[in-house]
């Protein structure tokens, strides 16, 4: 199979994110916006070549280096139930969805909570590719370039407090842009949480982009959740909220069936889903299925944040 890089770039393409943010702001409010945000592919379908660039990214130690999984899969077959249920709704139906601006609040268990604008919250942090397998709980699997922060970084700044046991995360509420959200099938907004050593741990990020692009908003613009060795549900997507909690947060997919989705949701082939095994995988891409491995192949890095812990019990 073809294996996809992200295409030359060159540097008439490039922005940095700043500079990406500003502009769309200034687009907002010209009158040419409409046809120049068409032209930055918020609502013509975005191809690798199209996708707005991202510079100063730096190779992360921490990558697979598996054979990545073309863009246009990445970017076509989403989870993404706030833009629909089928797997081709999130890329048909978030073109009208503005990641720009966007702020995220900081609350809880912290010295400094508050409203911060996108910028400012990742501005002092070098972004990295972290090239990572997301394995989805529905049994299929991808490798996927992203481009992050690590969430330790960006904690640290609000100063967690010695109550902070847990990280809780919300998604946007907007459902005039996310038609998804004007049917029950979920209770919305869709919610997410990590313990606090989770979220600490140096495997789990914020991405703003992936294929060294900003992140289309079908794989959730403007900053989403990537967290390797848990299902892909886990990974909250357009967050707007992280909070600083004591206790256990609340969970979507716990909420929804808290028989088949516990909280800690790691991969786990020895845990069966209830109606399906999770023992093998199939590879977006290819034809015959691969075992899933323990933690998704990140036991050796993670495993000790389970020690003592029933694996079945927590699941
Ligand atoms: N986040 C929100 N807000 N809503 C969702 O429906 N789906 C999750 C997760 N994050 C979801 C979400 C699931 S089930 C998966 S597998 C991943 O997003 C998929 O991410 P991707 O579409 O970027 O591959």
Redesign the pocket.
Known sequence: MLIKRPPDIKPSEITSLSLYLRRREFLKDSALAGLAIAGLGASAPITAATAEKLVNIRKSPLSTNEELTPFEA?TNY?????FGTDKED?AANSGKFKPHPWSVQVAGQCAKPGTYNLEDFIKPHALEERIYR?R??EAWS?VIPWVGIPLADVLKRFEPTGNAKYVAFT?VMRPNEMPGQRRAVLEWP?VEGLRMDEAMHPLTILAVGLYGAVLPN???APL?LVVPWKY??K????IVKIEFTENQPPTTWNISNGQEYGFYSNVNPEVDHPRWSQGKERRIGEFLKRKTLMFNGYADQVASLYTGMDLQKFY
């Open positions: 990445v989403n989870n993404f139930y706030e999130p997301l989805c709980v991808m998604t869709y079908q794989n959730g989403r892909g549900f990974g909250i997507k357009s």
